[in-house]
């Protein structure tokens, strides 16, 4: 059995009158990878920095390796890296000038700092470039320098947020390597936030998705997909029809079907109602059955989607909304 | 630790910026070099030699002693003596019975009216008997009315041309062959001058040729110094470098911001440092660089002014105390600036106000009376006035030591309110 390293419990934070996080709890345990997943504005960063130290929250409370985050933080900083979304470097100074300045500051000295420097550059496969100025690197390089930065003390937990933003494919392959290292070889437990679904479905063994502050679906991210069955179909309809929705349901290749108000205007046509439809095994069988229906009793659909089974699937699922707004 | 490796790497960015180390190196030598450059220095001196500090003189004696000390005020100040005429119905005192006649007694009413409009510096009142008592060998009383509320510069300058001589005469009095005390009473006879009078009275009688006269410089108290003619450093730079110095939080200012914006702050404040040990990182930072400044500011100053044939001393521990407490609050006002959210175009109308009210636009000797009041709430006051002191005067870090009290009570109080309501994470 694994032990609990981080317990996040109830916990609110505010800014004015705008809730950032609103009731969030959960807990990783030792060796895991944990994604928040969810749009720019949903809380994840939020989120990362009540655990890091950064803000307090207005209520609930927060464990990270037993000590509490608030009246404990100088522990706690001490056993936690922190990769930011910004690239937190300066940027006239080299690879290795910015890696002994925050190796400093968690305390490192002498040779210790210096093969620490080293061992970190490597890591990142920067040691080509480790004498240049942070300036001259490719938006990439930075990032992989930023990875770097956060486990040059050899950190225990790692949160990575949104490390992959504006990155090239190879440096964003690299860094997708470089957490699945740390993770399988090193047992470093990461959380990682993302709005990325492909980046939570490969890297985490969790995932939360948070959405307007509060987490409304966590799960492994198999479980998760696997809420969408064989995929979803949403039709846009001018009206509700429940004997129409019955029989969606009945069709052998449907599991489910509901209604729901649109948040959006699906496929740019303004619809009352989307009527839900949860494929059995495949969404093209049941959009097969389902063209036949409407067809039969002559009924129009004003939109039309089909939703592959994956976290976005389930993130527009759940939400009404795609991660990318 | 933490701050030093912040200090550090501050340090490491000046140097690896070109274009920062550049500017920061050429700044100083935007103030300096116009200095060198524009000045006369013959000129210069010639300024020097006007009597600028108005005192009035009201000789109630009028003894040869007393003579003697007011003509050893006349070389050094504006002596303001005999009022009659349109000065006494300018001050509606043409009535008053003191003034019935031109005398001490009216000098003493005009003096004082004269003084609390502060038309004049100081009042030196000279009592009947001063003379007589000197030759009887007895302590005698000199008043010195000054306003302690007004300039402290002024009334420093007064309190040790005074002390000067006061000195002067009773050693004159003595190689004279008199044995009698001289003390001025005033307030800021202060005992370590008064013990040094005292040891040279109690020396044995000087009068065996022409070398008492010399011997007399020699045995000049610490707490007198002589007014020199000053030159065009001595003049300006006091002025223009604490308003340079007070320029310097705008360049912080963008630089703590670009951290900021950079989230570098953010993870910082994620390591085991906390908001205090990068803003006091900030603030050694800051005073290093103002420190640095100011010595290539001066250095250059005295080469130059020396190099023209006219020496200026400087009393470098002074220098480097006042210097070192000067930058603190300058850099603490940069701090304290930064967190706000203030442009930096609009941040430096303040700054350039406190140079205005602290004498670094106007002489404080030359300010409107309505002005001054107002002076003593900028930093830059104390640091005019200390390098005034230490530059202009001679003095050293004793002398300086309220300017930097002063000043270092600022750094505290904008640091600690920079502490408090800095937002890094903002």
């Excluded at chain 2, 274009?19 to 103030?31: E, H, N, R, T």
């Excluded at chain 2, 070389?75 to 005999?82: G, S, T």
């Excluded at chain 2, 108290?221 to 340079?244: A, D, H, I, N």
């Excluded at chain 2, 911001?257 to 050694?284: D, H």
Aim: net charge negative; charged share 20%; proline share 5%.
């Amino acid at each position: 059995m694994t032990d609990t390293i981080l317990e996040a419990t109830d916990l609110v934070k505010k800014f004015g009158d705008n809730v950032a996080v609103n009731d969030v709890s959960f807990t990783m345990q030792e060796g895991e990878v944990f994604g928040l997943l969810g749009p720019n504005g949903a809380g994840k960063s939020t989120t990362i920095s009540m655990l890091t130290c950064l803000y307090p929250p207005n209520q609930g409370s927060m464990r990270i390796f037993g000590y509490d985050v608030v009246k404990e933080a100088p522990k706690v900083k001490a056993v936690i890296g922190v990769v930011p979304q910004d690239i937190a470097l300066y940027p006239t100074l080299n690879a290795r000038d910015n890696l002994s300045f925050f190796g400093e500051m968690y305390g490192l000295k002498g040779r210790d700092l210096k093969e620490r420097v080293e061992t970190v550059i490597s890591y990142v496969a920067m040691t080509e470039r480790a004498k240049d100025a942070i300036k001259t690197y490719s938006g990439g390089m930075k990032r992989r320098i930023n990875l770097a930065a956060g486990l040059i003390h050899s950190p225990k937990l790692l949160f990575l947020d949104e490390p992959t933003v504006g990155v090239d494919p190879q440096s964003r392959n690299h860094i997708f390597e470089s957490v699945e290292r740390l993770n399988q070889e090193q047992g470093m437990a990461i959380l990682y936030t993302t709005h990325y679904m492909e980046e939570a479905e490969r890297l985490c063994d969790r995932v939360a998705i948070i959405d307007r502050g509060q987490i409304i679906a966590m799960d492994t991210p198999k479980n998760l997909i696997g809420m969408l069955g064989g995929g979803m179909i949403h039709i846009g309809l001018g009206q509700e029809d429940e004997a129409l929705r019955k029989e969606v349901a009945n069709l052998s290749e449907v599991r489910s079907a509901s209604y729901a108000v649109p948040v959006e205007s699906e496929a740019g046509i303004s619809t009352k109602v989307v009527l839900k439809v949860e494929a059995q095994t495949h969404a093209n069988a049941a959009l097969v059955q389902l063209i036949q229906l409407f067809n039969q009793k002559d009924t129009e659909m004003l939109s039309l989607e089909t939703l592959e089974p994956n976290l976005e699937s389930v993130f527009l699922h759940l939400t009404g909304k795609s991660l990318r707004q | 630790m933490r701050i030093f490796s912040l200090f550090k790497n501050d340090i490491k960015r000046v140097f690896k910026d070109v274009g920062v180390f550049i500017g920061l190196l050429l700044m100083p030598l935007v103030i300096i070099i116009p200095t060198i450059l524009d000045t006369d220095f013959s000129e210069m001196e010639d300024d020097t030699e006007e009597k600028g500090t108005p005192i009035g003189i009201a000789d109630f004696d009028g003894s040869q002693i007393s003579q003697d000390f007011i003509k050893e005020l006349d070389e050094n100040l504006l002596i303001e003596q005999d009022y009659a005429g349109e000065i006494l119905t300018q001050y509606e005192l043409e009535g008053d019975p003191r003034c019935a006649q031109s005398g001490p007694a009216c000098d003493e009413a005009v003096g004082l009216v004269r003084l609390v409009d502060g038309s004049i510096a100081g009042l030196l009142v000279i009592p009947e008997g001063l003379g007589a008592a000197f030759k009887d060998g007895k302590q005698t009383p000199v008043i010195l009315y000054f306003d302690p509320g007004g300039d402290a510069l002024l009334a420093t300058q007064v309190e040790k041309i005074s002390q000067g001589l006061a000195i002067k005469v009773a050693l004159t009095s003595q190689i004279e062959g008199a044995k009698g005390d001289f003390t001025d009473l005033n307030s800021i006879s202060d005992p370590k001058v008064r013990d040094e009078i005292d040891q040279m009275i109690n020396q044995p009688a000087i009068g065996t040729g022409g070398e008492t006269a010399i011997h007399v410089d020699e045995v000049t108290p610490s707490g007198y110094s002589e007014q020199k003619k000053l030159g065009p450093v001595e003049l300006s730079l006091p002025q223009t470098s604490v308003l340079f110095i007070f320029l310097f939080p705008m360049f912080l200012v963008s630089w703590v911001r670009e951290e900021q914006a950079n989230g570098l702050f953010r993870r910082l404040l994620s390591t085991p440092a906390n908001k205090s040990n990068l803003i006091v990182g900030k603030l050694f930072f800051g005073v290093l660089l103002c420190t640095l400044q100011m010595v290539i500011i001066y250095g250059l100053g005295i080469i130059a002014s020396t190099s023209k044939g006219h020496s200026v001393a400087l009393d470098i521990p002074g220098f480097l105390v006042l210097t070192l407490a000067l930058s603190a609050a300058s850099t603490s006002i940069g701090l304290l600036i930064a967190s706000t959210r203030l442009p930096t175009g609009v941040a430096i109308i303040p700054m350039l106000l406190g140079g205005a009210l602290g004498g670094c636009i106007l002489f404080l000797d030359w300010m409107p009376p309505f002005m001054v009041p107002f002076s003593y709430f900028t930093p830059q006051r104390y640091g005019v006035s200390g390098y005034v002191e230490l530059i202009g005067r001679g003095g050293d870090v004793i002398s300086i030591l309220p300017q930097v009290g002063v000043l270092m009570l600022f750094s505290v109080i904008f640091t600690g309110i920079a502490i408090w309501r800095f937002d890094l994470l903002d």
